[in-house]
C-alpha cells in the first residue's frame, strides 16, 4: 500500500459543521443548508463545501453570499454575539478549462478563515480541522493497486465513508429563543458505500450506500477512506460529496482539492 503521511488516527467528525447563514431581512433566524469542513495547511485554516450549496445561480454573488454564514466557533449551545461567529477573509470559487476550452466552475469553494482573536478559538478550529494532503496522487496509486488486484472497480473491492448533516435521519436542529438567541444542536451522521468509477474527470462515485433517508443536506461533506496499519485504524480526506441519489452518490476527488491549495501556495 502507498504510505500516507497525512492520517488520522480516528475518524475526524468533528471537522463537519452544517452551513448556517441568516438573510439581511432576518439576521436573528439562521437557516442551514448543506454540509462543510475544517481543513488546515499549516497554520492556515479553512472552510470547504460544495459551491451549490452557497448559491443556486452562477451570475449570483458568491461574496455576499458567504457573508451571511453564521459558523460558530463552539459548535454546541446558544449564540448570540457576532463574536460567537467565524469570519472569513477570503474566498475561492476555482474554474478548470473544459474540452471547449472554456473555464467552469468546479463544485467546490474554499474560505479562508481570519485569525480568530481568542487563542482558545484558534486551538479549537486547529484540533478539529482535517489535514489536507499535499497532492492527491495517493488515492488514485491506492485505487491503481485496486484494479490491479480486484480486476475493476465493481462495487465490493474498496469501501469509504462520508460523514455530514442530512436534513432527515438525526436531531440536528436551530431553535431561537425569546431572546433571539440561536441555539444549535448537532448529531452527524454517517454513511459506508463502494468505491466506483467516476462519471466526469473530476469526480469518483460510491454504490450500495449505508444511509436510509434523504441524502438532502450531505453536499459538501467529506469523504475518508479508511484502513488499518500498525497503529490501528486510520483515516484520510478522500474527497468531497456533490451529488446523489441513495443508490449512488459521487464526490470530487481529493486531487482536485489538493491541486488547489498547491496552485494557492506555490
Same mark, same amino acid.
Not at 465513508?161 to 436531531?171: E, N, Q, S
Not at 436542529?173 to 429563543?177: A, C, K, M, Q, V
Not at 431572546?179 to 466526469?200: V, W
Not at 474527497?239 to 489538493?258: P, R
Given at each position: 500500500?502507498?504510505?500516507?503521511?497525512?492520517l488520522?488516527?480516528?475518524?475526524?467528525k468533528?471537522?463537519?459543521f452544517? @452551513?448556517?447563514?441568516?438573510?439581511?431581512?432576518?439576521?436573528?433566524?439562521?437557516?442551514?443548508?448543506?454540509?462543510?469542513?475544517?481543513a488546515?495547511?499549516?497554520?492556515?485554516?479553512?472552510?470547504?463545501?460544495?459551491?451549490?450549496?452557497?448559491?443556486?445561480?452562477?451570475?449570483?454573488?458568491?461574496?455576499?453570499?458567504?457573508?451571511?454564514?453564521?459558523?460558530?466557533?463552539?459548535?454546541?449551545?446558544?449564540?448570540?454575539?457576532?463574536?460567537?461567529?467565524?469570519?472569513f477573509?477570503?474566498?475561492?470559487?476555482?474554474?478548470?478549462?473544459?474540452?471547449?476550452?472554456?473555464?467552469?466552475?468546479?463544485?467546490?469553494?474554499?474560505?479562508?478563515?481570519?485569525?480568530?482573536?481568542?487563542?482558545?478559538?484558534?486551538?479549537?478550529?486547529?484540533?478539529?480541522s482535517?489535514?489536507?494532503?499535499?497532492?492527491?496522487?495517493?488515492?488514485?496509486?491506492?485505487?491503481?493497486?485496486?484494479?490491479?488486484?480486484f480486476?475493476?472497480?465493481?462495487?465490493?473491492?474498496?469501501?469509504l465513508?462520508? @460523514?455530514?448533516?442530512?436534513?432527515?435521519?438525526?436531531?440536528t436542529?436551530?431553535?431561537?429563543?425569546d431572546?433571539?438567541?440561536?441555539?444549535?444542536?448537532?448529531?452527524?451522521?454517517?454513511?459506508?458505500?463502494?468505491?466506483?468509477?467516476?462519471?466526469?474527470?473530476n469526480?469518483?462515485s460510491?454504490?450500495?450506500?449505508?444511509?436510509?433517508?434523504?441524502?438532502?443536506?450531505?453536499?459538501?461533506?467529506?469523504?475518508?477512506?479508511?484502513?488499518?496499519?500498525e497503529?490501528?485504524?486510520?483515516?484520510?480526506?478522500?474527497?468531497?460529496?456533490?451529488?446523489?441519489?441513495?443508490?449512488?452518490?459521487?464526490?470530487?476527488?481529493?486531487?482536485?482539492?489538493?491541486?488547489?491549495?498547491?496552485e494557492?501556495?506555490?
Open positions: 500500500m502507498t504510505k500516507i503521511s497525512f488520522h488516527s480516528g475518524l475526524p468533528d471537522c463537519t452544517p @452551513i448556517i447563514s441568516t438573510l439581511e431581512s432576518a439576521e436573528n433566524y439562521p437557516f442551514r443548508h448543506g454540509t462543510g469542513f475544517f488546515k495547511r499549516g497554520r492556515d485554516i479553512y472552510f470547504i463545501t460544495a459551491r451549490h450549496c452557497l448559491i443556486k445561480h452562477t451570475n449570483e454573488n458568491i461574496d455576499k453570499l458567504a457573508s451571511r454564514l453564521a459558523i460558530p466557533y463552539i459548535p454546541h449551545g446558544y449564540k448570540h454575539e457576532k463574536s460567537d461567529y467565524i469570519q477573509s477570503d474566498i475561492y470559487s476555482p474554474k478548470q478549462k473544459q474540452n471547449n476550452s472554456q473555464e467552469e466552475y468546479i463544485d467546490f469553494v474554499v474560505l479562508k478563515i481570519s485569525n480568530p482573536s481568542k487563542s482558545k478559538h484558534l486551538k479549537t478550529l486547529l484540533s478539529r482535517v489535514k489536507i494532503p499535499p497532492t492527491g496522487d495517493w488515492l488514485d496509486s491506492f485505487i491503481s493497486i485496486g484494479q490491479e488486484k480486476g475493476v472497480l465493481d462495487g465490493k473491492s474498496i469501501k465513508l462520508c @460523514i455530514g448533516y442530512p436534513y432527515d435521519g438525526t436531531i436542529n436551530i431553535t431561537i429563543d431572546n433571539e438567541r440561536a441555539n444549535i444542536l448537532l448529531q452527524p451522521a454517517t454513511f459506508i458505500g463502494y468505491l466506483e468509477e467516476g462519471i466526469d474527470w469526480l469518483l460510491l454504490s450500495k450506500i449505508t444511509w436510509e433517508c434523504e441524502l438532502n443536506g450531505f453536499s459538501g461533506s467529506p469523504v475518508f477512506i479508511s484502513f488499518k496499519n497503529n490501528g485504524r486510520q483515516f484520510a480526506l478522500s474527497g468531497m460529496l456533490v451529488m446523489g441519489t441513495n443508490s449512488k452518490v459521487h464526490f470530487i476527488k481529493v486531487s482536485v482539492i489538493s491541486r488547489f491549495f498547491q494557492l501556495y506555490s
